[in-house]
């Protein structure tokens, strides 16, 4: 195993011992809003169900079981602790439905035209994809023809653009007309230090400033196309 390997093993290993103890005194303390405050962080962290109930509640339900063999706290302390466990376990459960309801929606990735830029829109497509969205990648420099052929073929619920060059902000503004005359009712979630004015006040666009605000953008936009 390399240097680098073992180092972020051990980096890991180290935040899923911070989790750990931050549970266990969350429970001892009998506070549910620290005990679920520590859970998200755990799944930001994207360790898995498997790893939060192994590595973070079952040791902090052992140490509570410990504690009151040893009179350290009450048996009212010990069911305190069991009910905020199983209360975080109702918010694991969510968590995955909202991944499972996303697999329902398509997501289409692409930069316009002459963009070749394509870090930011990788990026992108990781954060979607880990959510739960299903990415339809098209890459970088897609014409505004091709790009209305692909959602006429694939019809994504949402299409991410991302623009870096000044120069092809126009190209960007011409796939949205094209592809908003073709269906007017698609849905844009747009990023890029090459955006010009004139798409900040477009219907049917939102604009992202960094790659970490596509998940709550593309929420957003899904949940008002299904109100409309
Ligand atoms: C990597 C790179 C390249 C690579 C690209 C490889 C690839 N496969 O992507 C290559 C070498 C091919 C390249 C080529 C060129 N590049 Co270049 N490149 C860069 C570089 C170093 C990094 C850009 C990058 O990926 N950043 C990482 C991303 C994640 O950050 P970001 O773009 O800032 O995005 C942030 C937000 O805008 C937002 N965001 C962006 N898009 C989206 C989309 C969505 C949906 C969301 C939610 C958010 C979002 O999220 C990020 C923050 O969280 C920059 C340097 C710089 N200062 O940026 C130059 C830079 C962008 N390139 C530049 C230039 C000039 C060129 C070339 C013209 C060079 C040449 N003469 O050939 C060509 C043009 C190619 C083309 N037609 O597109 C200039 C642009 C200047 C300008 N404003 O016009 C820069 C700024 C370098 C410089 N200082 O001069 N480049």
Redesign the pocket.
């Known amino acids: 195993m390399g240097h680098r390997e073992n180092e972020s093993r051990e980096l890991r290993a180290s935040r899923v011992g911070e989790f750990e103890r931050a549970f266990a005194a969350a429970l001892t303390a009998g506070d549910e809003i620290a005990a679920e405050t520590t859970i998200r962080e755990a799944m930001d962290a994207q360790m898995t169900s498997a790893e939060i109930d192994e590595k973070i509640i079952i040791p902090a339900l052992w140490l509570m079981g410990e504690l009151w063999e040893r009179g350290e706290i009450s048996v009212a302390d010990e069911h305190l602790a069991t009910e905020i466990a199983m209360r975080v376990l109702a918010l694991q459960r969510e968590a995955e439905r909202v991944v499972l309801a996303r697999r329902g929606y398509r997501v289409m ?1 692409a ?1 316009p035209a ?11 497509s990781n954060l979607l994809s880990g959510a739960g969205y299903w990415i339809v990648m098209l890459g ?2 897609v014409p505004a023809e091709a790009l209305v052929a692909s959602v006429r073929r694939h019809r994504p619920d949402i299409i ?9 902000s126009g190209q960007m503004v011409e796939s949205i007309a094209q592809v908003q005359a073709a269906d007017p009712t698609a849905q844009f ?7 010009s004015s004139q798409l900040r006040s477009q219907t049917g666009v939102e ?8 998940v709550e ?1 593309v929420d957003a936009r899904v949940k008002r196309a299904e109100l409309n």
């Open positions: 990735l930069t002459g963009e070749r830029h394509v870090v930011a829109l990788r990026m992108v970088a420099d991410c653009m991302s623009a870096t060059m000044p120069t092809v979630v747009i990023g890029g230090r090459g955006l604009i992202c400033n960094r790659v970490s605000e596509v953008a």
